[in-house]
C-alpha cells in the first residue's frame, strides 16, 4: 500500500532553482529516514541528501551549501530545495523512504535537466 510521489523536476537553466516533492502515502506506521538520490546516465545511483526525524542530516560532499532537504512530517512529505544548479546536477531524482526501520521504498524518479 505504499506508495511515493515525486514532483518538481524539470528543465533549468544555469544557476536557477528547482523544489523536489515527495509525498508518502499508504499503510505507514513510523517513517524513519527520508532522502533523495539520483542518478545521471551511464553512472551509479548516489545519495544526495538524508533527514532523520531526530534532526540529523547529510549531504553529498557535491550539493553542500546548494541544497536544503527537508521534511514535513503531518504530510508524510520530504522536499529538496535545489539552488545554484549546475550541468552536473542533470540527473533522474528519486525519492527513498525507510519504514519501520528496515523496508525500504523509491519513487518513480524524476528528471532534472540543467541546460547551458
Known amino acids: 500500500q505504499v506508495q511515493l510521489v515525486e514532483s518538481g523536476g524539470g528543465l533549468v537553466q544555469v544557476g536557477g532553482s528547482l523544489r523536489l516533492s515527495c509525498a508518502v502515502s499508504g499503510r505507514i506506521f513510523s517513517i524513519n529516514r527520508m532522502g533523495w538520490y539520483r542518478q545521471a546516465p551511464g553512472k551509479q545511483r548516489e545519495l544526495v541528501a538524508a533527514i532523520i526525524p531526530g534532526g540529523s542530516i547529510n549531504y553529498a560532499d557535491s550539493v553542500k551549501g546548494r541544497f536544503t532537504i527537508s521534511r514535513d512530517n503531518a504530510k508524510n512529505t520530504v522536499y529538496l530545495q535545489m539552488n545554484s544548479l549546475k550541468p552536473e546536477d542533470t540527473a533522474v531524482y528519486y525519492c527513498?523512504?525507510?519504514?519501520?526501520?528496515?523496508?525500504?521504498?523509491w519513487g518513480q524518479g524524476t528528471q532534472v535537466t540543467v541546460s547551458s
Open positions: 527513498n523512504v525507510q519504514i519501520s526501520g528496515i523496508y525500504d521504498y
